[in-house]
T-cell receptor, first 112, second 117 residues
Framework: DQQVKQNSPSLSVQEGRISILNCDYTNSMFDYFLWYKKYPAEGPTFLIS?????DKNEDGRFTVFLNKSAKHLSLHIVPSQPGDSAVYFC???????????FGEGTQLTVNP | GAGVSQTPSNKVTEKGKYVELRCDPI?????LYWYRQSLGQGPEFLIYFQGTGAADDSGLPNDRFFAVRPEGSVSTLKIQRTERGDSAVYLC???????????????FGEGSRLTVL
């Protein structure tokens, strides 16, 4: 069973516009929600996170929104830059342990 | 180095052989994780160490997979009787905390790409 789902395998946006990446999850017990970014031939790097007690967290151009009733997480990047082109993974952390469960990833391409 | 180091970066082996993958975490990080990533998928959890002990090994797919961390620092993932389906990138990550205080920020290495022919 897929606990974390990213339904869009790819997204293409113009430089300067907003990128919106989406993620759905099934278990209401998750405690932390995170986004990771991955460039080719590199390991994933942490981008931003949000606790289940919040609905928004902002860090510069990146904002994560959490809608617990809909079990939906989104990442907004504005303005998008060509260097943001990467695969973005959402991840959830179970309340009872430390493992992260990742989605399948969305390939973001920001065109100059 | 400052980051998580994994060796080898690439390993090609034949079906049925034994393979060891090594992870050197960031100095001082007590938590260490192994993940496996297949093409087009997200990282899949294998095992998590807190210090020397395996705190959660529920992600190991079968008894051909085993991992150790004898001194609480370097870890080795061991795969016996490799199968073609084991081909993937094996990622190691470390974190300074674990358990209830862990906010999920992991520091990943670049991975070891395993190809089983």
């Amino acid at each position: 069973d897929q606990q974390v789902k990213q339904n869009s395998p790819s997204l293409s946006v113009q430089e300067g516009r907003i990128s919106i990446l989406n993620c759905d999850y099934t278990n209401s017990m998750f405690d932390y929600f995170l986004w990771y970014k991955k460039y080719p031939a590199e390991g994933p790097t942490f981008l931003i996170s949000i606790s289940s007690i919040k609905d928004k967290n902002e860090d510069g151009r990146f904002t994560v929104f959490l809608n617990k009733s809909a079990k939906h997480l989104s990442l907004h990047i504005v303005p998008s830059q060509p260097g943001d082109s990467a695969v973005y993974f959402c991840a959830v952390q179970e309340t009872s342990g430390s493992r992260l469960t990742f989605g399948e990833g969305t390939q973001l391409t920001v065109n100059p | 180095g400052a980051g998580v180091s994994q060796t080898p970066s690439n390993k090609v082996t034949e079906k049925g052989k034994y393979v060891e993958l090594r992870c050197d975490p960031i100095s001082g990080h007590t938590a260490l994780y192994w993940y496996r990533q297949s093409l087009g998928q997200g990282p899949e959890f294998l095992i998590y160490f807190q210090g020397t002990g395996a705190a959660d090994d529920s992600g190991l797919p079968n008894d051909r997979f085993f991992a150790v961390r004898p001194e609480g620092s370097v870890s080795t993932l061991k795969i016996q009787r490799t199968e073609r389906g084991d081909s993937a990138v094996y990622l190691c990550a470390s974190s300074p905390t674990s358990g209830g205080q862990n906010t999920g920020e992991l520091f990943f290495g670049e991975g070891s790409r395993l190809t089983v022919l």
